[in-house]
DNA sequence: ACTGATTGACTGACGCGTCGGTTTACGGTC
DNA sequence: GACCGTAAACCGACGCGTCAGTCAATCAGT
């Protein structure tokens, strides 16, 4: 059952995002982690300063993870309805693949103390700011009339947050992807002027 | 500085009100709200059955005050854009007058224990449903071309809350309400076809 | 036998909810 | 209009469970 091979600090990590995103950061105990690792209270302080560090890295992983990847799809994407649609897609593709770190990353890590927040706001930023740079230079070229961008960004946001949030809860739709060209063409046609 | 006249129930939740929203549920204690209110431990267990009671109650009344608000503002306006704008200046409104309500409702009301999380789901479908009704109705009437009414309809809540959220948390754009013509417009061409 | 990894019993702090008690408000009685 | 009984409102010290984090002991590899 201890899964001889995988290193023991990869084995918590992977105990840990399932046990938080069952009972959230406050409703699991360390003791809840090492259990459902097969480990011990040592270990884990061996591996980790704490619950706080180890929960923090995990988020960080992830939106590095899902930042690299949405920048790469978007890259290689031409024009903007192809660029909107592979960023989208990118999206549903990182949060459909792992349940656990999607409810960790959209729902478990909001309104945590005040130390979480500003991590979770600075993650959000990065995303918002990605988005607000191709709407900035949307307005500029005239393909959209002049809005208030770095709202928008944030509308645009949300929206994906929400549909990924419903999908974690309800299970509606079966896949995530199926989501994306309804959504793509939701927040194209709603730029446009 | 016990504000005499103000009856103590309601005062233990106005101070509640302003604390969750300050440290979050968890951060908070019973003796923190019951200082806050200059009341003691005796006196809120006289008034509320215990702390999650409570945080259920605030929530509730909230949730109920907005959705009447929306549909009163909404049944005035004719038209589709006229509803959409109505219904979301009616809730900008209302986030607006009350910042650490707001704050209650769409941060630290997330992700906390599933009882919580059934609640918080339960309030949001209210609200998406009804929003599908409409978007179900302008569908059969061919105003929007067939879509995934469900998906968009959180897609809308979705959008609307993080730009709340963003505004709690930046204080951008200085007054809420001036999101009310960009965010409408995003929603209903975001809808056409 | 030395070093790094791992164990789990233990501690100390913290916070919810209880409970015995005190004060206040009020209706009835003479 | 003083007196009393009583019930509701209010107080806050404390009990008790919970849980993050510690550390002395043990193990395994070299």
Redesign the pocket.
Known sequence: MNSPGIP?RERIIQAAIEVFAERGYNGT???DIVAAAG?????F??YFP???GLFLAIVEDFATSLASAIAGAVSQASGAMAKVEAAIEAGARAFGRDRALSKIMLVEAVGLNPAFENKRREIYARFAALIQSYLDRAVAEKDIPAIDTEVMAYAWLGAINEVVVHWLESGRPKELEKVVPDLARFIINGLRG
């Open positions: 023991l105990t360390v003791d480990s011990s209270k040592g270990a302080y061996f704490n619950k706080e």
